[in-house]
């Protein structure tokens, strides 16, 4: 969104939760075929094999999977591990949401008029539906815009809680992980119920 002032990118984000927002009501019962997984754990844990494996780095897999299963009994009832299934499309990239200008005035912000690119969407745990889209996570040959992308996402996280009731499975599965991450669809701001601020 290279050249759009901040209230532009800002408008387009929204537009970009409220797809995200739709996505989140299509619910499946399952990932996959025949024995399908039911739940994120089952999903994070068929990643990773039970049984030793010959390969470089399968200790470090098996800790990962020890840390996982400790993290689940301590917070068993955390929704972000409930049989929360939506629809996923993996690449909310710049190039894959069209946005039509205003013939009228430069001052109103594009239409998300569509997205496109879902050949490697898939039915996955909610967990991933709310991804930070690439174009506003902190990366390190665009450090000057990083007070920027932090307002944006900001916006964008209280841009997807907003239709959701309070408390809500779907509001808050992702969002109250809490990893402190600017980067890989790792959330760093926990937004607080008064009115939004550019400053927070």
């Known amino acids: 969104m290279e050249g759009f002032s901040l209230d532009h990118k800002k408008n387009v984000l929204t537009q970009i939760a409220s797809v995200l927002t739709r996505l989140a009501a299509l619910h499946f019962d399952g990932i996959g075929k025949g024995k399908p997984f039911k739940s994120t754990l089952d999903y994070l844990l068929a990643l990773i094999p039970e049984i030793a494996v010959d390969f470089a780095g399968y200790e470090e897999l098996v ?60 039915a996955g745990p909610l967990y991933y539906l709310y991804e930070y889209p690439i174009f506003f996570q902190d990366v390190d040959f665009s450090l000057g ?3 920027q992308n932090a307002i944006l996402r900001s916006h964008f996280v209280r841009a997807l809680r907003q239709p959701f009731p309070k408390g809500s499975p779907d509001a808050i599965a992702r969002w109250n992980d809490g990893t402190g991450l600017a980067y890989e669809g790792s959330q760093d701001y926990v937004p607080d119920p008064g009115p939004e601020s550019d400053e927070n």
């Open 63 to 122: 800790e990962t999977r020890q840390h996982l299963l400790e993290y689940h009994s301590s917070k068993s009832d955390a929704p972000c591990f409930g049989p929360l299934i939506r629809l996923i499309h993996t690449d909310y990239d710049a190039q894959n949401l069209l946005l039509v200008n205003s013939r009228d005035s430069s001052d109103k912000p594009p239409v998300l008029s569509g997205v496109i690119d879902f050949e490697y969407a898939y």
């Open 145 to 147: 815009l990083y007070e």
